[in-house]
């Protein structure tokens, strides 16, 4: 017999009743009947129970082990009575006599509890991490994100992806966030970068003539943390294609997207394909976000025209400043005050002056509510007409400039269609956010800079950077959208070198500092690059969208906290005077103010 298990802690089924077997595992809960103790024994595959006497040698060990204590047991496999029997366990039916039992690794006091899902304190959770996975739910994400991983690359292999590996020391390089930077011993006050992400090596790679590159890649960034952004490191399946359009990467990633979100959705709908395309503009006015969530059907609407030149003053007013709108956010179902009053108060609650709204109650034509009374009836049933709302529904408005105000009326869209119970729950709904501005206004710096990825190529080439305004120039760029998270940003690449001058150009970047920071991509460019454009899924929101988890903290074996810190290891932590003076570095006190 093996000196551990003949056996795992799922694996026994009916059909095994009379075997010997050995297991072993950590003891997940006791319980003592009368004389009888019952001990849930657990490994990764799964839990099998097992029932002692106080005859049973090892009974008095058992006694004293606590929780979370490993064991091996020998025993024979029996049948549980009928009215034992669990059918929520694959291992239900049976149970072990144990004829012998040894303490393998004797636990100490829990500071935080396995058995079941308690709500402790994440810092808490993370420091002891080994004992939180443990936990069934936790335990099972990290295995479905394997599953999910290695289902991703054998979808990419399949249409003829080649899986490559590229540099975790790298160059520093602007991508939109700030470098994790390593010293470098041999040439002191020089420093590598580490990757967040392999944008330049991908396309060298395409450069170098291998056509469809794909990997599960670490990225590194220094940024903040967020519920679906893990500070410090990510995975993402990076891929890369040569001689393709915009529409030749949507149509190799939608399988991909939807065979995994089909495969691991546990029988929730997955968008068919093609997947809808939402230029980003459309996507703001209709949803107030790049990012919507196409489970809530409510879409937004401009109503200016309504309230121009009288009516309601307060909107009437706004609407003097030429760059001012009003928005509808449509509310079916939502048609009575007490519904609107708790949208006003929430608003309230957003730093907003308030959510201004017209309700149709059932069994009344005209509107209600302050903004119908001064609007008039004819106005309000034009605008209802607009909306195709109904008695019973309701209708609240944003207004201002819409730069300052869509993100709000994004927020108020996913409040209505939240609490209205409009959210389609059971499907994975994914878009394509197209046309992405190729630059934006940097208020800060009083310039224009990239918006999305600079080494995007901007639609009409070298035509539109000579001849456009900027802010008009769009960008062969797009995002993957699932259920209002972004999977991922892609774009048409660059190649040209020309074009990649002038684009670095029109955003304050000269020649000579691009030649610098990006000369080994143009170098490589000056002697013959493919049309190439590409994509990069992230791992870990997938796998938090497919798992139900709030936070992609949820989806990660050992992630840092919201402060980036690991609470198990101990990682950032001081290191010592030697390992800086072998790298040349003094450390300077932070700067106070």
């Not at 009368?34 to 799964?46: K, N």
């Not at 069934?136 to 599953?147: G, P, Y």
């Not at 995975?235 to 990467?249: A, C, I, K, N, P």
């Not at 389609?424 to 956010?433: A, M, R, S």
Request: hydrophobic share 40%; aromatic share 10%; charged share 25%.
């Amino acid at each position: 017999m093996h000196a551990y298990r003949t056996d795992t802690c799922g694996a026994l089924r009916a059909s095994d009743v009379g075997r010997a077997v050995r297991l072993s595992g950590w003891v997940h809960r006791k319980r003592d009947h009368g004389g009888l103790m019952f001990i849930d024994l657990r490994d990764h595959y799964g839990v099998t129970q097992l029932v002692l006497s106080p005859t049973t040698p090892g009974f008095a060990a058992a006694e004293r082990t606590r929780a979370e204590s490993v064991i091996r047991v020998d025993g024979e496999v029996v049948a549980r009575t009928p009215e034992t029997v669990n059918p929520s366990l694959p291992t239900g039916e049976i149970e072990i006599r144990v004829t012998a039992l040894e303490v393998l690794s004797e636990a100490a006091e829990l500071p935080v509890p396995v058995f079941g899902e308690p709500d402790y304190p994440e810092e808490l959770r993370l420091k002891y991490r080994y004992l939180d996975l443990r936990r069934e739910t936790l335990h099972r994400s990290i295995v479905l994100r394997s599953q999910v991983i290695a289902s991703l690359r054998r979808r990419m292999i399949e249409q003829g992806f080649t899986e490559f590996q590229t540099p975790i020391l790298t160059a520093s390089s602007p991508e939109g966030a700030r470098d994790y930077l390593v010293p470098s011993r041999l040439y002191p006050g020089q420093f590598y970068a580490l990757p967040q992400a392999p944008q330049q090596f991908k396309q060298l790679l395409m450069v170098s003539g291998f056509d469809r590159y794909f990997q599960i890649a670490p990225c590194f960034r220094d940024e903040a943390a967020r519920a679906d952004r893990s500070p410090g490191e990510f995975y993402q399946l990076d891929m890369e294609m040569s001689f393709v359009t915009q529409q030749d990467v949507f149509d190799v990633i939608e399988p991909v997207m939807r065979g995994v979100f089909e495969e691991f959705g546990q029988g929730k709908r997955a968008t068919v394909g093609p997947f809808p395309h939402i230029p980003f503009r459309e996507a703001v006015r209709k949803y107030g976000s790049d990012k919507p969530d196409l489970r809530n059907p409510i879409e937004m609407a401009e109503v200016s025209e309504h309230f121009r030149g009288g009516g309601f003053g307060v909107f009437a007013r706004i609407l003097e400043n030429a760059k001012a709108e009003i928005w509808a956010i449509p509310a079916p179902g939502g048609g009575s005050r007490a519904f609107c009053d708790r949208m006003n108060d929430w608003a309230k609650g957003e730093d907003q002056p308030g959510l201004a709204y017209i309700f149709w109650r059932e069994g009344e034509d005209a509107g209600a509510g302050p903004v119908a009374k001064n609007l008039g009836p004819e106005r309000t049933e034009a605008l209802r007409a607009q909306l195709d709302l109904r008695a019973g529904d309701a209708v609240f408005f944003a207004a201002g400039e819409p730069d300052a105000f869509y993100r709000f009326a994004g927020l108020a869209r996913t409040k209505v269609g939240t609490d209205l119970g409009l959210v389609d729950e059971d499907q994975f709904k994914f878009c394509w956010i197209v046309d992405f501005p190729m630059y934006e206004w940097n208020e800060d710096d009083k310039k224009i800079d990239f918006s999305h990825n600079p080494f995007s190529m901007p639609q009409g080439e070298m035509s539109a950077l000579d001849s456009q305004d900027p802010l008009d120039i769009l960008a062969y760029q797009y995002d993957i959208v699932c259920n209002g998270v972004e999977l991922s940003s892609g774009a048409i690449r660059n190649h040209k070198p020309e074009i990649m001058l002038k684009a670095f150009e029109v955003a304050g970047y000269p020649a000579s500092e691009v030649e610098a920071r990006f000369g080994g991509m143009l170098n490589a460019f000056r002697y013959g690059a493919p049309p190439h454009g590409g994509i990069a899924p992230g791992v870990d929101r997938i796998v938090m969208l497919l798992a139900g988890a709030a936070s992609i903290r949820e989806v990660i074996a050992f992630p840092l906290n919201q402060q980036a810190q690991d609470l198990m290891m101990q990682a950032p932590a001081p290191v010592s005077d030697a390992q800086l003076k072998e790298l040349h570095i003094h450390v300077a006190a932070p700067i106070k103010g």
